[in-house]
């Protein structure tokens, strides 16, 4: 590991003024994925800012009747809360579905949201890759491809993002909040959030350099049946070859967001107009233009098969 300096701020615009100031400087509070990148030298920050002390760590009540979820809520506690399973159970679902209980007792939602991909050429330094290094190339392409992405894809990069959480909050139509180094805020729809690979996939997110993630707000609970279905290689502990989430309503209309099959969790809105016609129909609009290789073909029709079950399990 390469050597880095290290503090703690009290608060969010001294944090993000200390980020503006330090070339290099990475925020820094479960530590989930960044110290495992730290350690193999994919992630090299100058300086390490730890956020733990900003209080982001609550989940409130919004006045239209959504919840505020703060940055440093841990995962666990975020699946837990009542509120959460009573009204936007789809996310509750996707985080238990996620790492283990041990990652989920430390992992933030700022950090689920951040967390980078788990393509084995990006974790291997002794191969091409544009993330890691632009320009560089991507090994994956012509490689080993079965975990890779189908759709949203580019000539540079086919890696998929990881999170389960990112996919449920695709689903409720999340926003994200943040504090910018000049001390402005905004707001991110999730929809915006994640970027596509493009020709820049080391440029994940539509945050700016310093830009510190305060919070996700959820709008008001839209009802219906919440249900997330991953499938994967083992039962715990793995990430998603295909996963599905869904809110179904009485009336058979659905949001659908669907993981493991790009760069960002994939949702088409038009593709939920197809619901009527089944699953097949609203697979064919979600993966149109799909890319798949002869190794991950199948996620195709695995994509197919999960909303399907998913399907029959919401008018079960």
């Known amino acids: 590991m390469k050597s880095f300096t290290y503090e703690r701020v009290s608060s969010p615009t001294e944090a993000v003024m200390k980020a503006a100031r330090v070339p290099g400087a990475r925020f820094i509070a479960g530590g989930t994925n960044l110290l495992d990148l730290m350690k ?36 666990t506690d975020l699946a837990a809360d009542s509120r959460v399973r009573r009204d936007h159970g789809l996310l509750s ?3 238990l579905a996620g790492a283990s209980g041990q ?42 491809t079965r975990q890779h992405a189908i759709v949203g894809t580019s000539d540079a990069c086919i890696a998929t993002h990881p999170s389960d959480m990112a996919v449920a909050m695709r689903a409720l139509d999340a926003a994200v909040e943040t504090i910018r180094a000049d001390g402005s805020r905004r707001t991110i729809p999730i ?13 994940e997110t539509a945050l700016a350099p310093g830009e510190l993630v ?24 793995a990430f998603a070859l295909v996963s599905v989430g869904a809110i179904v ?7 659908i967001a669907v993981g493991g099959v790009a760069h960002k969790p994939w949702r088409v809105e038009a593709a939920e107009a197809e619901m009527p016609r089944g ?33 029959m399990q919401a008018r079960s």
């Not at 084995?120 to 320009?135: E, L």
């Not at 915006?192 to 493009?198: N, Q, R, S, T």
């Not at 309503?249 to 949001?255: I, K, L, P, T």
């Not at 064919?284 to 991950?296: D, E, F, H, I, V």
């Open 40 to 75: 193999l030298e994919i992630e090299t920050p100058a300086h390490l800012i730890d956020v733990n002390g900003l209080g982001f760590d609550k989940i409130e009540s919004t006045p239209d009747g959504g919840l505020r979820i703060g940055a440093l809520v841990r995962n």
């Open 214 to 237: 305060t919070s996700v707000k959820l709008p008001a609970p839209v009802g219906g049946r919440h249900i997330y279905q991953k499938v994967r290689d083992r039962a715990s502990y």
């Open 93 to 95: 679902r996707a985080l």
């Open 249 to 255: 309503q009485r009336d058979g209309s659905a949001r």
């Open 103 to 144: 990652l989920r007792n430390k992992a933030t939602t700022a950090g689920n949201l951040l967390q980078r991909t788990r393509c084995p050429y990006f974790y291997d330094t002794n191969q091409a890759c544009n993330k890691r290094q632009p320009g560089s190339g991507c090994s994956a392409i012509g490689g080993y």
């Open 279 to 311: 699953a097949r129909a609203v697979t064919a609009a979600l993966l149109a233009g799909a890319k798949p290789t002869s190794q991950n073909t199948f996620k195709v029709s695995l994509v197919e098969r999960t909303l399907d079950a998913v399907l």
């Open 191 to 203: 929809a915006d959030f994640h970027k596509l690979p493009g020709a820049t996939p080391h440029v």
